[in-house]
Nanobody
């Protein structure tokens, strides 16, 4: 059973940066897709960025050129580097993994393993 633990959230001002981490424990056999999602209060969970086991990445239009997803295989850790943050980025951020192919930045329905989330708050 794969377990995911996120960290790195916090409060920053507009234009600030944060790096989220997601440590994965448990084995993954074969191909997989890992992704970052976010959910603002009263909103649906949306895919932010995905990365498949071949290294292909995909981003939501709202975060392109500001966010970068990456993975350190040695540390079993997924990262989300977030630069030039905006108040609209305020949300709970989750990492997730699926053994299906990545579909764009991620569709929540495709993912069965989730972390507990880390809060990101951006002040104007």
């Amino acid at each position: 059973q794969v377990q995911l633990v996120e960290s790195g959230g916090g409060s920053v001002d507009t234009g600030g940066s944060l790096r989220l981490s997601c440590v994965r424990s448990g084995s993954t056999d074969g191909g997989y897709c890992m992704a970052w999602f976010r959910q603002a209060a009263g909103e649906e969970r949306e895919g932010v960025a995905s990365l498949d086991s071949d290294g292909t990445t995909s981003y939501a239009d709202s975060v392109k050129d500001r966010f970068t997803i990456s993975h350190d295989n040695a540390k079993n850790t997924l990262y989300l580097e977030m630069d030039n943050l905006e108040p609209e980025d305020t949300a709970m951020y989750f990492c997730a993994i699926t053994y299906l192919y990545c579909t764009g930045p991620g569709r929540a329905v495709d993912f069965g393993n989730w972390g507990q989330g880390t809060q990101v708050t951006v002040s104007s």
